[in-house]
T-cell receptor
Framework: DAGVIQSPRHEVTEMGQEVTLRCKPISGHNSLFWYRQTMMRGLELLIYFNNNVPIDDSGMPEDRFSAKMPNASFSTLKIQPSEPRDSAVYFC??????????????FGSGTQLSVL | GQQVMQIPQYQHVQEGEDFTTYCNSSTTLSNIQWYKQRPGGHPVFLIQLVKSGEVKKQKRLTFQFGEAKKNSSLHITATQTTDVGTYFCAGSGSARQLTFGSGTQLTVLP
């Protein structure tokens, strides 16, 4: 199994630019999560999907952030326009069931985003 | 909202010494999970505890869930350099989703 695949691994962009992060969950997993990790705030859940439908987006910081899951094997997290405070590691994770808290999360390798 | 506190934030130990990290919640948890993140890596699931007072072992690692289901601990016996990384607890109470603790960064000195 290839695991959760994220791209790009690293992204450096300038303030104001649009950034798109991509994720391919483990085949057969029904839930997909986007997390952000910073030194100050730790691991924060941004949004999660179940069967391609957004279930909880209460962690999305503001309207500049949007996420989509057009099919079971692909999701994007977009930031437009990006700001320096968005610099962080963004992780995608998937789980096999409905996304409940008792499910094991499988994390991708993350995207290190730097906004200059 | 639900908060999960983890202490200590950092721990340096000599190889062979024991290590313990503690996780405390402001609310009763339905379950708790532990993850390990190697430097530059991603969180990897270690274990889940569900029952009050539960104790589980994985080789040199011992995980405990408190009787009141508000705290948990991870103890590593005789640390090795391969144990280096950040250990996170993640719990769920009334919220449907896991709340991650701030993590304990373990350094093992050879």
């Amino acid at each position: 199994d290839a695991g959760v695949i994220q791209s790009p691994r690293h992204e450096v962009t300038e303030m104001g630019q649009e950034v798109t992060l991509r994720c391919k969950p483990i085949s057969g997993h029904n839930s997909l999560f986007w997390y952000r990790q910073t030194m100050m705030r730790g691991l924060e859940l941004l949004i999660y999907f179940n069967n391609n439908v957004p279930i909880d987006d209460s962690g999305m910081p503001e309207d500049r952030f949007s996420a989509k899951m057009p099919n079971a094997s692909f999701s994007t997290l977009k930031i437009q326009p990006s700001e320096p405070r968005d610099s962080a590691v963004y992780f995608c994770a998937s789980s096999p069931g409905t996304g409940g808290s008792n499910e094991k999360l499988f994390f991708g390798s993350g995207t290190q985003l730097s906004v200059l | 909202g639900q908060q999960v506190m983890q202490i200590p934030q950092y721990q340096h130990v000599q190889e062979g010494e024991d290590f313990t990290t503690y996780c405390n919640s402001s609310t009763t948890l339905s379950n708790i999970q532990w993850y390990k993140q190697r430097p530059g890596g991603h969180p990897v699931f270690l274990i889940q505890l569900v029952k009050s007072g539960e104790v589980k072992k994985q080789k040199r690692l011992t995980f405990q869930f408190g009787e009141a289901k508000k705290n948990s601990s991870l103890h590593i016996t005789a640390t090795q350099t391969t144990d280096v990384g950040t250990y996170f607890c993640a719990g769920s109470g009334s919220a449907r989703q896991l709340t991650f603790g701030s993590g304990t960064q373990l350094t093992v000195l050879p």
